[in-house]
């Protein structure tokens, strides 16, 4: 098990592509459903109750639904797994980092300097977070890393659109 933490924190830091994860379907369900739970704590301050949890299965239904479509289309659908494995493990990661961080960050503090820090820290974060999956898609795709890139952020604006208008634009 802390081999597997391990290659997800390297991939986290862009060390290891989903080619070295071997396919496991049993890890792959953990993994995914690990990431919902830690989704849906991350959302829970701005999606309230169930719906924080059908947002983070929203989201995640997304990028399994983007995955597979991609992999299809570039004749890759056997590295579905192994892919999919990597970004909700690297996904768990940096989530697990983004919580603190998220409870530190006071919406009410203007001139706050820690706030500030702390915001920017969480900014770089979500940052670095499209740029995990654009070296995952490079890897699995056998694309540019600006290639993946864009792939990354096609997924965050349809996700977050999608979310937005489902759970958030009721409120």
């Known amino acids: 098990m802390f081999q597997l933490a391990n290659f997800f924190v390297d ?5 290891r592509a ?39 299965m929203t989201d995640t239904v997304i990028m399994l639904v983007m995955l597979r479509l991609l992999l299809m289309i570039q004749n890759r659908a056997a590295r579905y797994v192994q892919t999919a494995t990597a970004i ?6 940096l989530g697990l980092i983004a ?18 820090i702390v915001s920017m820290a969480y900014l770089i974060l979500l940052v670095w977070s499209q740029l995990v999956i654009a070296h995952v898609l490079r890897h699995a795709l056998d694309i540019s890393f600006a ?6 952020l096609v ?14 634009g009721n409120h």
């Open 11 to 15: 991939t986290a830091l862009l060390k």
């Open 147 to 152: 290639l993946g890139v864009g792939l990354a």
């Open 88 to 93: 909700f493990g690297s996904g768990i990661v």
């Open 99 to 116: 919580l603190p961080l998220q409870l530190m960050i006071d919406p009410n503090a203007q001139g706050n300097e820690i706030s500030g």
């Open 155 to 168: 997924y965050s604006v349809l996700s977050g659109v999608t979310i937005q208008t489902l759970f958030i």
């Open 18 to 56: 989903p080619q070295d994860l071997p396919a496991s379907m049993p890890v792959f369900v953990l993994v995914v459903l690990l990431n919902v739970i830690v989704a849906t704590i991350g959302v829970a301050d701005i999606i309230p109750g169930a719906s924080a949890m059908a947002a983070a």
